[in-house]
């Protein structure tokens, strides 16, 4: 592969939770701009609001990021090890059925039917944290096993492999895990789930795994792989993003102290939570796209299969 001409993606950040100091001028100057991705992926990168919101819901991109090498952010893993199809690989009309089986699972009532379980899980190492005494580290005391035992009980995963799931959804979520070992793991975690589908499919499971595992589409049965595909969109949206934004809201309240007292206050708890959740997303570059067409946009012409 020829060495790109065009620039790195701008990564180098000034304070950790801040983005790219970088973007403030692309967003004044060049708004819509071509640059190379960590793995040699050439791409289209957009910053500013109105772009953005216009180019999501342009029928003229696609998700699917099984027709070619996408962009990644990751030195030196493996292009074999990617996650198997799941919603967030699928352009309509196939995203629109899988995705109304998804919602019909997670409802706002089933959220809120929930909550005394999480409550009782999180409230279980708090008080280990209490017993342990100062000091304490709170992503593996708590920001780690509350989303992965939440998750675990989600999926349906036996007691006796929660070590298991939850040792290799850690190295996933470790920054500093070696490239070679986010693919162990993610290889482990989907030869476990491929086998626990198959399982819940035989029994009939009454849980959210095993409705997805002998639910229809168009009237056949669902894709087994994309079953697995989904089961591990769900362990990666339940237990990655919930773990790291736990860390992240509690850095953002510990430097900003004044906040904390309004955590008392239930309606004020959920405006803040909806505020931290906005500035201090964990994805810092969105899903990327693929166009199908040419697209003029901006002054900008994005060409097929850019």
Known sequence: ??????????????????????????????PIARFVWPNGVEGWLVTTYDEVRALLSDPRLSINRFQSPPPSLAFGRKPAVLLPRSLVAMDPPEHTPWRRLIV?????RWARSMEPRIREITLEYIDQIRQAGPPSDLVPALNLPVPSRVICELLGVPDTDHGFFQKQAEVRSTVGSAPEDVDNATAALHDYLDQLVADKRKSGADDILGRLAVAEIDGERAPHEIVVGMAMLLLIAGHETTSNMMGLGTAMLLANRGLIAELADDERAGALVEEILRLQAIVQYGVVRRATEDIDIAGVHIAAGD
């Open 1 to 30: 592969m020829t060495e790109s001409l065009l620039p790195e993606l701008p990564r180098a950040r000034v304070h950790p939770f801040d983005p790219p100091p970088e973007y403030e001028r692309l967003r004044k100057e060049s």
């Open 104 to 108: 019909r699972e997670l409802t706002p």
